[in-house]
């Protein structure tokens, strides 16, 4: 597996959607060996008092799960750079990609790389540290500033050559993504999971970086915690005492077990500036929802998103199956080969030609490869998604998403793939989640409030339809009815229904609200804390905001070398007034990464709210030269010119928007309201009908097609949209009031 957390970037693609969320490993676990003693009700050690001891302090007692560890992914997931580590050709080899040379040799006993910088001058590099052992292996080399950075040229330790992580990517030097940039910083991207008791150490005012760490490498305290004192107990230890209770031991629970690993197998950010190894998951972390780039419209992986997001959806974490059931907690690889694994608690019938109507042998036969497709990244290394799920050809057909039977069958259509599976197994399918949010991603928002609503679900699923529920315009009983989520048991329910009236900004729901200050989960509380800033809210007299208030600055500091990080830094100053800190934290934003155009959009419209007209055009117009097919870049621009008086712009930047992606409803919306004023009644109709393919049944859509219609007394299309609202709307008393007058 591959060890440097690496965003799958597309170029021209909105680049906040790639938001960084870095993950790796699998957690150890491991059973202390017991030395006699007679146990007594005494305090248990708090880990947060233990030190790291390392791991040579394991090895008396555990010196079989040492030897499991010791060569595994793990162990080597980071190293000193010597003859030994390092995997690569440096014989004075050269790697050419895309008129860029990189050539990798030796000076002495130590290693070298001489590529371009950030300028495109060419430097030599000296190699500091391995990264990751196979299929790749990564280099690392010291900046200024306490930067480090991993090259973009890895070598490949199964084809014994090197080869560029990004091969299909044309990148400007100074780019982001570029190795010189901070999508390739070892302290920002790749640290926290790579080595033990990390603490990054950035300084935002200085902008520097003073990185530390306990151990090289992820070792046995990286999963345990830190152990001193569990060491001290079996050597030194008092008769009748009780040891200290490690981080992660053999009285973990399975969900415990996949909440531990989680903190580095899964795509997310991180709230606190540093992991201590106590508390929960999301006390530290936010995980990303399956939502795109990330995950395909129905949950099956899409980006690099590492285990944790998709493994939640699946039926094996419904049924407390956990990472250690499959996996060796040490050596991390497979107890079992093959569907001997899946065997082991499944019944022999689905190890047979009747149930998969494959060759037995064959790689058909292979239930991973039904039920657990996979996508390669960093250029070689393929990883398969732990939701489990049944292939469903049919929603392929109906919604274009990837099945695992056309992963195999590409000369068949998903048609042919449906077909077969309809004549095999039936055309009766499990009423699963996936179901729900394909309806609403393709604007049936009614089965996401559905799926949210159905706690048998993974909350993840529900979560993320809480999340794309909201997106929507709710009227105010759809507001309303997302209340009784802000006490759901699941703490990413009870975070997403914050962040829907977050996003709704109403002031109706302070009281509903204000409980989840106190909340046991930090994540709940700092996005309470945010629910406030949004609405303007005076909290100066609230002592629970004060304290959410200083665990979300914190998250802010933790991420301002992030240009994500610095958008929310600019978000806050401006929720607070601060305008001039909010253009200055934007603008550091894109000091980071001048593509960051969700950075660009926000400063646009702020300096257009300060009368700075041009300077707002601009930006819109950078956004939309880099990203020419992103829609809303071209709505917004559109709505400047609106606001100006400039109609033949408006019109044409709106008109613009409506064939660009994502579908926009609101420029559909606005762009249908600008014709009928410009009295283009007739086009207005044909862009509402575009809409309404996209969007059906949308109630404000319609409306605006009934009054196109009436300005064209077209009389009979007229009733026939109105009746389609008052279906939508059976209490609606205009509609009922335009039907009669029609009539």
Avoid at 111 to 126: A, R, S
Avoid at 143 to 155: D, K, M, R, S, V
Avoid at 203 to 213: A, G, I, L, M
Wanted: glycine fraction near 6%; proline fraction near 3%.
């Amino acid at each position: 597996m591959s060890f440097f957390t690496f965003i799958n970037y597309k170029k021209n693609k909105y680049h906040f959607k790639t938001a960084f969320y870095i993950l790796f490993t699998v957690l150890l676990i491991s059973a202390c060996k017991k030395h006699p003693y007679k146990p007594k009700d005494e305090p248990i050690n708090d880990t947060v008092h233990a030190t790291f001891a390392g791991d040579q302090a394991c090895i008396e007692c555990h010196k079989t799960e040492h030897e499991a560890w010791d060569g595994s992914h793990h162990e080597q997931a980071m190293k000193v750079a010597d003859s030994i580590t390092i995997l690569g050709d440096f014989n004075t080899t050269v790697f050419e990609h895309k008129g860029v040379n990189n050539t990798f040799f030796k000076k002495g006993q130590d290693f070298y790389v001489n590529t371009t910088d950030k300028n495109g001058n060419y430097q030599d590099y000296k190699i500091e540290y391995t990264f990751g052992v196979t299929p790749l292996q990564q280099y690392i080399v010291k900046f200024p500033n306490g930067e480090y950075q991993c090259l973009i040229t890895a070598w490949d330790t199964e084809k014994n050559k090197w080869f560029h992580l990004q091969p299909n990517l044309d990148l400007a030097h100074d780019e982001w993504i570029n190795w010189t940039g901070g999508a390739m910083r070892w302290n920002t991207a790749c640290a926290d999971c790579h080595s033990t008791n990390l603490e990054k150490n950035f300084d935002s005012k200085t902008q520097t970086f003073n990185t530390t760490f306990s151990h090289i490498n992820v070792s046995c305290e990286a999963c345990h915690g830190p152990a001193s004192d569990h060491v001290s107990f079996y050597k030194h230890g008092k008769e009748g005492s009780k040891p200290q209770k490690l981080y992660l031991d053999t009285s973990v629970s399975q969900s415990g077990v996949v909440e531990k690993c989680a903190r580095c197998h899964s795509r997310r950010s991180q709230i606190t500036t540093k992991f201590d190894y106590t508390g929960h998951f999301l006390d530290h972390y936010n995980p990303a929802l399956l939502i795109d780039p990330m995950y395909e419209a129905d949950g099956q992986i899409k980006d690099e998103v590492y285990v944790y997001g998709s493994f939640m959806q699946s039926k094996m974490y419904q049924n407390n199956v956990a990472c250690t059931d499959c996996h060796d907690a040490h050596s991390m690889q497979l107890k079992q080969t093959g569907n001997n694994l899946c065997m082991s608690c499944h019944e022999p019938k689905y190890n047979d030609e009747a149930h998969h109507f494959h060759k037995m042998g064959t790689e058909g036969a292979q239930c991973i490869n039904c039920h657990m497709t996979g996508k390669t990244y960093m250029g070689n290394d393929f990883r398969r998604d732990h939701s489990f799920r049944v292939p469903r050809p049919d929603q392929s057909v109906k919604y274009g998403t990837p099945n695992a039977c056309n992963g195999c069958h590409t000369n068949k259509t998903p048609q042919w793939a449906s077909n077969f599976i309809n004549t095999k197994y039936g055309t009766k399918r499990p009423d699963h989640f996936s179901n729900y949010l394909l309806e609403g991603n393709h604007g049936k928002h009614e089965a996401l409030y559905a799926l949210v609503s159905q706690g048998k679900f993974p909350e993840i699923a529900r979560a993320t339809a809480l999340f794309q529920y909201s997106n929507n315009p709710l009227s105010p009983k759809e507001i309303n009815g997302i209340r009784q989520f802000l006490k759901d048991s699941s703490i990413l329910v009870r975070h997403e229904a914050v962040r829907s009236f977050e996003k709704i900004r109403d002031q109706n729901y302070h009281g509903d609200i204000e409980p989840l200050l106190r909340d046991s989960i930090r994540l709940v509380r700092i996005s309470a804390v945010k629910y406030f800033n949004s609405i303007g809210a005076d909290m100066s007299s609230n002592t629970d905001f004060a304290k959410a208030e200083k665990e979300f600055l914190e998250e802010l500091d933790m991420n301002a070398d992030f240009a994500s990080g610095q958008h929310q830094i600019a978000v806050y100053h401006e929720l607070k007034g601060h305008t001039d800190l909010a253009i200055k934290a934007y603008k550091r934003s894109l000091d980071i990464d001048n593509r960051y155009n969700v950075s660009r959009m926000n400063l646009a419209l702020l300096l257009y709210r300060q009368g700075q007209i041009e300077e707002a055009k601009k930006l819109y117009l950078k956004v939309i030269a880099l990203e020419p097919e992103y829609s809303n870049s071209y709505y917004m621009l559109g709505l400047l010119y609106n606001e100006i008086g400039d109609a033949k712009n408006a019109l044409k930047y709106l008109g613009e928007a409506c064939d660009k992606e994502p579908a926009n409803i609101r420029a559909f919306y606005n762009y249908a309201l600008k014709l009928q004023a410009e009295k283009l009644n007739q086009k207005s109709i044909d862009i509402l009908k575009k809409a309404l393919g996209i969007f059906p049944n949308n109630e404000n859509l319609l409306y605006v097609k009934l009054i196109g219609e009436i300005n064209l007394k077209k009389t009979l299309e007229a009733r026939n949209t109105c009746s389609r609202l008052i279906k939508i709307a059976p209490n609606n008393t205009n509609y009922r009031q335009i039907l009669e007058t029609l009539k």
